[in-house]
Every structure is written in structure tokens, then in C-alpha cells.
Nanobody
């Protein structure tokens, strides 16, 4: 059984920062890419950022967070992070981490991922 546990969410004022963590545990598994998605109330889940887990640390971001969010990894701790700066009210959502264990043709499609965390709430007040 694989478990992904997100933490670090909370309430912050616009312009503030939060750092999300996604810790993986359970049976040994390989990862091709790990990502962050988010879902705001009444909206569909959307891709936020991704990082290659093996080999290069290539990263990918959705346009709305480029320059504000940074995704990173710590392979020794089996943990992924999302540093979120200059937060805006429109960043308010439940943030989920996800793992794809096989190569994917696109990182933005949630259907390509094999494991998901339970989510952590991020609320940005104006």
C-alpha cells in the first residue's frame, strides 16, 4: 500500500507564502513524475506543477503559477514540496499531490497518475 500525505496548508493573506509537503510511504515504488493539482470549490481539478522524480529534476508549471510557485524534491526523504509565494485569493483550493509510476505523455492529465494524497486546504484571504 502506498500512502501520500500532504501537509502545510492553511490560511494566509494575499501576498503571503506557504510551503506544502507531500510525504510518500508504504511499499517501495518507483516514480516517474510527481505533481501537484488543486481543486477550488465548484471547479474542476487542475494541474499546478510537476517534477521528474528519477534522473533530471525537470519541472513543469501551469502558467498562472509560474514565477510564484516552486516545486522541489528530496529523494532521501521521499518527499515533494511546493513553495508558494505571492499567493492570491484565486489560489484558494484543496491541493493534492499525485504520483505517476510509469512514463506519461502529458503531466497535466490527472488520469495519468496512479496514487493520490488526501489533500490539504489552502485559503488565501484578500
Amino acid at each position: 500500500q502506498v500512502q501520500l500525505v500532504e501537509s502545510g496548508g492553511g490560511l494566509v493573506q494575499a501576498g503571503g507564502s506557504l510551503r506544502l509537503s507531500c510525504a510518500a510511504s508504504g511499499r517501495t515504488f518507483s516514480s516517474y513524475v510527481r505533481s501537484w493539482f488543486r481543486q477550488a470549490p465548484g471547479k474542476e481539478r487542475e494541474f499546478v506543477a510537476a517534477i521528474r522524480w528519477s534522473g533530471s529534476s525537470a519541472t513543469f508549471y501551469t502558467d498562472s503559477v509560474k514565477g510564484r510557485f516552486t516545486i522541489s524534491r528530496d529523494n532521501a526523504k521521499n518527499t515533494m514540496y511546493l513553495q508558494m509565494n505571492s499567493l492570491k485569493p484565486e489560489d484558494t483550493a484543496v491541493y493534492y499531490c499525485a504520483v505517476a509510476i510509469q512514463p506519461v505523455t502529458t503531466v497535466v492529465a490527472g488520469t495519468k497518475y496512479d496514487y493520490w494524497g488526501q489533500g490539504t486546504q489552502v485559503t488565501v484571504s484578500s
